[in-house]
């Protein structure tokens, strides 16, 4: 209580005590926040919502995209959006970081001042799951946002400007080893086997100096995925010179090396993407979650707080087969877009109904030129994947931003002036 009037002025309180709009405060700009705050703002003044967006960023950043920047094919423009492009003035945009929420006092702790809601709709991603492997989580770069994606790249050209500069190069130098053979994985793997040959010379380095590791604990790459197309992905990450190696999970790791089975890997670069959890300020607040991803019901509502809306990463939801959906884009844009309507109904008295998936399938990139997937049920591979992977992101972009961004998007890939940006100062003046 002594926080929240520390935080929360009595002017604040005032306004918000004397409003009778419904208050509805979205955690997390991500694919399903973005959507959910599109469709919200849409029906403000028909509900009489009052709407705030908090992210820690004043843009969305597409993270199924991150592996272009850390592999040297995009630049940091590509990869975001301001958020003022893509809500409109209903929504109240806050920039900060979430530290608490009060599901029983229906408040927000953020680092700057505490807001109040009436409906909370949480989408604030997820966290690195490191499985309590030592060393893991004080010696590894992950692939969790766009400055990540950036430290990646700078490490790698760090490494091969070191490697021709000092005599006696450290053991490891131009050792590269990627945790994990996921779809984030694979994509990252796929992006660096091309970027390297092309990046080395600039340092008058050999890429055959160069190794680039991939260790996965699963007896096969993209674990859970159509074993054919996991077979072809292995295939084409080989011919690309990646040294795979499967069924070996990581034992330690070290700011030397990293250790698998009774092999010592010698390495100044170990990126994990071997996994994640739910973010960590759901479990500290209250929710009952699994491996940090909350609990939710048919209607996506926590199923501790029914005021509470859980989405993308930060939930669990199970299929009609009882298994858990995997935490992607395509899962989280979804729900947003079903939250919206429950909210509506919800607010005009109305019974909500249960959320379905439709899968429409999904690709993963193995490089510029490479792709493997399955659409609407069909695999796909090669060129054929790699055009529709491209139709899937300017398909996202339309669903955002319309027609103006697909073609913003569309320039920006031949001339970097016309890619997406535009001001990233602080959200709040």
């Known amino acids: 209580m002594q926080r929240f009037f520390k935080n929360f002025s009595i002017k604040e309180v005032r306004v918000v005590q004397q409003s009778n709009k419904k208050r509805v405060v979205i955690l997390g700009a ?163 086997a091309e970027w390297l040959p092309v990046v080395a010379p600039k340092y008058d380095v050999n890429v055959k100096d160069i190794r680039l590791i991939c260790v996965e604990a699963a007896p096969t790459v993209m674990p859970g995925f159509d074993e054919e197309l996991s077979i072809k992905a292995a295939d084409i990450l080989r011919n690309k010179g990646v040294e795979l190696k499967i069924g070996t999970p990581v034992k330690e790791v070290t700011q030397d090396y990293v250790m698998i089975g009774d092999e010592k890997i010698p390495t100044k670069l170990m990126i994990w993407t071997g996994g994640v959890r739910g973010n960590s300020v759901l479990e500290d607040s209250g929710f009952t979650t699994q491996r940090g991803r909350a609990n939710i019901n048919e209607f996506l509502q926590s199923t501790n707080f029914e005021d509470v809306f859980i989405i993308g990463d930060s939930s669990i939801y199970y299929d009609e087969n009882g298994r858990p959906l995997p935490p992607t884009a395509q899962i989280a844009m979804q729900q947003g877009e079903h939250l919206v309507h429950n909210i509506e109904r919800l607010l005009t008295g109305q019974e909500m109904t249960p959320f379905v998936f439709i899968n429409r399938g999904i690709i993963a990139s193995i490089g510029p030129k490479e792709a493997v997937g399955i659409v609407f049920g069909k695999r796909v591979s090669g060129l054929l994947a790699v055009y529709l992977k491209r139709l899937v992101h300017y398909r996202y972009l339309f669903i955002f931003g319309g027609i103006p961004l697909v073609i913003q998007g569309f320039l920006g890939q031949f001339i970097p002036q016309v890619s997406i940006k535009s001001d990233y100062t602080t959200l709040n003046g």
């Open 30 to 192: 991500g694919y399903g926040g973005v959507i959910a705050a599109q469709g919200l703002g849409k029906l403000a003044k028909k509900l009489n919502l009052d709407i705030t967006l908090v992210n820690k960023h004043n843009y969305h950043q597409m993270v199924t995209r991150l592996h272009e920047p850390a592999g040297g094919f995009a630049e940091g423009d590509e990869v975001r959006i301001p958020l003022k492009r893509l809500v409109n003035d209903n929504v109240k945009l806050i920039k900060d970081w979430v530290e608490a929420i009060d599901p029983v006092n229906k408040q927000v702790t953020l680092k700057e001042q505490v807001v109040a809601y009436d409906y909370l709709v949480i989408g604030l991603g997820s966290d690195p799951e490191y499985f309590c492997i030592p060393g893991l989580q004080e010696h590894s770069y992950t692939l969790r946002s766009l400055n990540a994606a950036r430290l990646i790249k700078t490490q790698i050209e760090g490494s091969l400007a070191k490697y021709k500069v000092e005599s006696q190069s450290e053991e490891g130098l131009l050792n590269i080893v990627v945790g994990g053979a996921g779809f984030t994985g694979i994509e990252l793997l796929g992006e660096l």
